[in-house]
């Protein structure tokens, strides 16, 4: 272990100081002998952990990403885009990166979709039916429990609790949303935004996906919206 590789090194550097090539081979001999003593080590070591939890399939896979490093999901230290930047910087760097990566202009694309005026019109109207408290309330109990949180940092055990408690208010504010057209609830637009490593490079921009995280209250105006547009086009 460290003190095989401490004798190495000095065995090592003793050769380097003489230059006696009987020290070279003796070095050549004891970093050969090392390195299969530490190989033997690893693989008793990796029988000896797997033997105590061969009945444990869960704990040996557990095992298996750690040794193997899948259990990582992909979040990566923001410095990893730039060796040279601070983490201010290689984090404006990855945003400036994701809001132009679709603005480019291609001269032989050319206006593929018909102007609106030549477009085939809907004969019905669109009419989103308003919410009850009752549904509100379900669709919080629908929320998985490791949902990750939005920046409000209110995890999703904390709004199940609560659900009874702010339907009412929520419904509410949701007709209004359908009865106006308007979403006025700007904080909820707010999204955590972190960066996704998906292959390659760790510190290439293009390698990177970013993913937002919307605060989850969020979702049950998806949720609503989601159902409601689902009932018209079903019904047209």
Same mark, same amino acid.
């Given at each position: 272990?460290?003190?095989?590789?401490?004798?190495?090194?000095?065995?090592?550097?003793?050769?380097?100081?003489?230059?006696?090539?009987?020290?070279?081979?003796?070095?050549?001999?004891?970093?050969?002998?090392?390195?299969?003593?530490?190989?033997?080590?690893?693989?008793?070591?990796?029988?000896?952990?797997?033997?105590?939890?061969?009945?444990?399939?869960?704990?040996?896979?557990?095992?298996?990403?750690?040794?193997?490093?899948?259990?990582?999901?992909?979040?990566?230290?923001?410095?990893?885009?730039?060796?040279?930047?601070?983490? *201010? $910087?290689? !984090?404006?760097?990855?945003?400036?990166?994701? @809001?132009? #990566? +679709?603005?480019?202009?291609?001269?032989?694309?050319?206006?593929?979709?018909?102007?609106?005026?030549?477009?085939?019109?809907?004969?019905?109207?669109?009419?989103?039916?308003?919410?009850?408290?009752?549904? *509100? $309330?379900? !669709?919080?109990?629908?929320?998985?429990?490791? @949902?990750? #949180? +939005?920046?409000?940092?209110?995890?999703?055990?904390?709004?199940?609790?609560?659900?009874?408690?702010?339907?009412?208010?929520?419904?509410?504010?949701?007709?209004?949303?359908?009865?106006?057209?308007?979403?006025?609830?700007?904080?909820?637009?707010?999204?955590?935004?972190?960066?996704?490593?998906?292959?390659?490079?760790?510190?290439?921009?293009?390698?990177?996906?970013?993913?937002?995280?919307?605060?989850?209250?969020?979702?049950?105006?998806?949720?609503?919206?989601?159902?409601?547009?689902?009932?018209?086009?079903?019904?047209?």
């Amino acid at each position: 272990g460290h003190y095989g590789r401490e004798k190495k090194n000095k065995v090592y550097h003793t050769f380097v100081k003489y230059r006696d090539l009987s020290l070279l081979e003796g070095y050549k001999k004891f970093r050969s002998t090392l390195n299969a003593d530490i190989k033997r080590a690893r693989i008793s070591y990796y029988q000896y952990t797997f033997e105590k939890i061969n009945d444990k399939p869960s704990k040996m896979w557990n095992e298996v990403n750690n040794l193997t490093e899948h259990n990582k999901k992909g979040y990566v230290n923001i410095t990893d885009f730039a060796d040279d930047k601070a983490d *201010v $910087e290689a !984090l404006s760097a990855m945003n400036e990166y994701s @809001v132009n #990566a +679709g603005d480019y202009t291609d001269s032989s694309c050319g206006a593929t979709r018909p102007p609106v005026a030549d477009r085939k019109r809907l004969s019905h109207s669109l009419f989103l039916t308003p919410v009850t408290p009752c549904k *509100v $309330e379900k !669709l919080f109990c629908k929320i998985c429990d490791n @949902v990750a #949180a +939005g920046v409000d940092e209110i995890a999703a055990s904390q709004i199940k609790y609560v659900a009874s408690l702010i339907s009412h208010p929520l419904s509410y504010i949701t007709n209004t949303m359908l009865e106006t057209g308007i979403f006025f609830l700007l904080e909820l637009k707010i999204a955590r935004v972190g960066p996704i490593h998906k292959a390659g490079a760790r510190n290439v921009l293009s390698n990177y996906r970013p993913i937002s995280v919307l605060p989850l209250i969020s979702k049950v105006f998806e949720g609503i919206i989601h159902s409601r547009l689902e009932c018209f086009s079903l019904s047209t």
